[in-house]
């Protein structure tokens, strides 16, 4: 995993170096999106109903991010930085790659992007039925797709996005619950969901 994060940053620090990236009639794009999702993050593998859907990240959160998108043409290549569940219980982060395909309407630009990245998972099973809870973090590999439609005012972006996401490695975490025992849960699952898009152009 940490080879992942630190290609993750060297990739995120080298996109300044390429402007060529852009292309004639190209830019780049910075913006801020926040929206909903629903989580599917935790399988059950030995008995435990008294853990709620949130603690066990089977629920609809929040999340806020940020994307730089280098456009040339058709061609879109960016970096996506995202906190889900703000101010709740096992929140969640993710820093990834964004590359695709984008295509002007007039003022509306249409765009269907690849997402991988690393996802972090923090403070895992933080629920009032767990007596004695596992405090950990877990990053794992995650692919998505991310389609999205942005209005265009001058510099000025409007938009919307979509997404669905998919962790493509898991780790099994260990919680002691007292006196009833211990349990384990494999973390790693889906996460679907759509924000608003606010950001300009350079």
Do not use: N
Request: proline share 2%.
């Amino acid at each position: 995993m940490r080879l992942t994060l630190q290609l993750c940053l060297a990739l995120v620090l080298s996109l300044p170096a390429v402007p060529a990236l852009a292309g004639e009639g190209g830019g780049l794009d910075l913006s801020l999106h926040y929206g909903l999702d629903q989580y599917d993050a935790y399988g059950l593998r030995s008995g435990l109903g008294g853990v709620s859907t949130a603690g066990r990240l089977r629920d609809r959160s929040t999340h806020l991010g940020a994307t730089a998108i280098f456009r040339g043409g058709l061609t879109e290549v960016g970096v996506i930085g995202e906190v889900g569940r703000p101010g709740q219980d096992g929140t969640t982060t993710l820093l990834g790659l964004l590359a695709g395909l984008g295509v002007d309407l007039g003022p509306l630009r249409l765009e269907g992007l690849g997402e991988v990245g690393a996802h972090r998972y923090g403070d895992v099973l933080q629920d009032a039925a767990v007596v004695t809870r596992s405090r950990t973090d877990a990053w794992l590999v995650s692919v998505g797709v991310r389609p999205g439609l942005s209005w265009r005012f001058g510099r000025v972006i409007l938009g919307a996005w979509a997404f669905a996401r998919w962790d493509v490695t898991s780790q099994d975490v260990q919680i002691d619950l007292g006196s009833v025992g211990a349990s384990t849960y494999k973390l790693g699952g889906t996460q679907f969901g759509a924000a608003a898009r606010l950001g300009f152009s350079l």
